[in-house]
């Protein structure tokens, strides 16, 4: 495979190609070298940290430094997969300025590019940001950051939500992002606007027309013990994890653990010599007479 580092103008070449791209949101290290040398295009860093990794309930509370934190181990991998990083509530939508400075400070981290969730609404921030020399990627259907106001329902569901979808996915492709996740959407809207798109759509519970595909390596590993409906599990993590950490207990409770080979020991004459320094320790100071 070659290691000929992936950016944004790969993703619009594999459109271009009819070739589907693959990604995959992971959020440490380990985790992003497996998914490299699996041979995944794309790696998201993704908000959706906030309840893999730390157990919130959403991700509205997810911070810039936290998504940075996970950035950087990310990043340490040296993935030769594009690296997105997902910009938190609240780190986009004040103003421009705003999200020009944060984005930036991702892509200076060493970021290829950043996403942000919103259609209409958002495009003032995505023209600017790519005028500055950012890559975006855009993020329509569900979007988690706005589920007090729209709900974590399955979008499209009738013809005026998937229009609202559709338009949603043009208003960014003109604004100048490179690619659009589209999320926990009808596969006929998916399909429409994948049809209709120069970019290519990275798609999460959107069915299989598509031009790429993304899941949370929680999800796809079977670590996440409640994943999303739409998710499928490629091994089954959670157990395989936990049984191995039930053995380890037994054996260290039993003693059986650890055996010779996970030890190391002294040379004979360097314990004969420490007896000796441990003997003479223990007889304490010899008292001198005042006579």
């Known amino acids: 495979m070659s290691r000929e580092k992936v950016t944004p103008y790969h993703f619009l070449k594999l459109k271009r190609e009819g070739k589907r791209i ?6 440490e290290h380990v985790h992003a070298k497996l998914a490299d040398e699996a041979g995944v295009d794309g790696i998201l860093v993704g908000d959706s940290l906030g309840m893999v990794v730390m157990g ?23 993935p030769r997969a594009l690296v997105v990083a997902d910009m938190p509530f609240l780190t986009y939508e004040v103003s421009r300025e705003e999200a020009i400075r944060n984005a930036g400070r991702y892509v200076k981290m060493g970021a290829d590019a950043v996403k942000i969730e919103g259609g209409a609404e958002v495009v003032d921030k995505v023209e600017a940001m790519v005028k500055a020399g950012i890559p975006v990627m855009g993020h329509v259907g569900l979007n988690p950051q706005r589920y007090l106001v729209l709900g974590m329902r399955v ?3 009738t013809a005026e939500d998937g229009l609202r979808v559709f338009e949603d996915a043009k208003a960014l492709e003109e604004a100048g992002v490179f690619s659009v996740v589209i999320e926990f959407t009808t596969a006929e809207v998916a399909a429409e606007v994948t049809r209709a798109l120069r970019v290519p759509t990275i798609c999460i519970g959107s069915g299989p027309q598509c031009d790429g595909q993304i899941l949370v390596f929680h999800d796809l590993v ?14 089954e993590g959670y157990e395989v994890f936990r049984r191995a950490l039930a053995s380890y207990a037994e054996e260290v409770r039993s003693g059986a653990f650890p055996e010779r080979a996970h030890y190391f020991t002294m040379k004979p004459e360097e314990l004969g010599r420490l007896e000796e320094l441990l003997g003479k320790r223990r007889a304490g100071p010899v008292e001198r007479s005042s006579g």
């Open 56 to 78: 919130y309930r959403s991700t509205l509370p997810v911070t810039f430094r936290e998504v940075a934190h996970h950035l950087r181990a990310v990043l340490s991998a040296s």
């Open 222 to 235: 079977g670590l996440n013990v409640s994943p999303p409906p739409f998710v499928k599990r490629y091994a």
């Open 155 to 157: 979008r499209g569901k």
């Open 22 to 27: 693959v990604m995959v949101t992971a959020y």
